[in-house]
């Protein structure tokens, strides 16, 4: 085959290569935005159950599935349920933070030294009241430093979530910043799957 006669066919492999290549982009992209990400973790305020560097899983699907690199919503998936580990966008900068939602719509919220009562009822689960029950999940807390401000009764609205940090004397969570719109949860937290010091594992949350 001459070199003039070879050319077409050249230019046929390169550009169905190339568009192979884009639709394999085209779906990582849209894998990870709207199905499964990784977060890596910021700060110390929500230890012990998350240290400072461990690498997250975040499923993008866990309240519903967006647009890829939008905010437009396909369909809804249920609401985050109170000890969710959740990753969405602060109220106050649009920052990506990871916090665990604390309560939700139609919930009356105390929080006296650290220690949360829900609709009147407290969650602690031990004397020291440093490990908290949300349902059959057990959360433990780091009360080293106090346990941050207080929140006297307060009913969340619809549509709405109170996050807060385990570590509660060391978390700017929505104590400072307020509620967080439902809508502003980019997904749910499912497990560690690398931490410093101990390299790749598989811890649920």
């Not at 568009?19 to 012990?48: D, E, I, K, W």
Request: no cysteine.
């Amino acid at each position: 085959m001459t070199d003039t006669a070879a050319a077409p066919a050249r230019r046929r492999f390169l550009r169905n290569d190339w568009v192979q290549f884009a639709g394999v982009l085209l779906l990582l992209a849209v894998t990870r935005t709207s199905l499964a990400n990784h977060y890596q973790v910021p700060s110390g305020s929500m230890q012990p159950t998350l240290e400072p560097g461990d690498r997250v899983v975040v499923d993008m699907r866990a309240y519903g599935l967006r647009i890829p690199y939008t905010d437009i919503e396909l369909f809804d998936n249920g609401d985050p349920r109170p000890g969710d580990v959740v990753v969405f966008k602060s109220p106050a900068d649009g920052e990506r933070l990871i916090k665990r939602v604390v309560a939700v719509g139609g919930q009356t919220v105390s929080l006296s030294a650290g220690h949360l009562r829900i609709d009147g009822r407290p969650l602690s689960a031990d004397i020291a009241g440093d490990i908290e029950r949300f349902g059959a999940r057990e959360v433990h807390l780091d009360l080293t430093d106090g346990g941050g401000p207080d929140i006297d009764r307060l009913t969340i609205p619809a549509g709405m979530a109170l996050v807060l940090g385990d570590h509660r004397g060391n978390s700017a969570d929505g104590r400072y910043f307020g509620l967080v719109p439902m809508q502003a949860l980019y997904g749910r937290a499912v497990a560690v799957y690398w931490r410093s010091g101990e390299g790749f594992a598989w811890k649920r949350l």
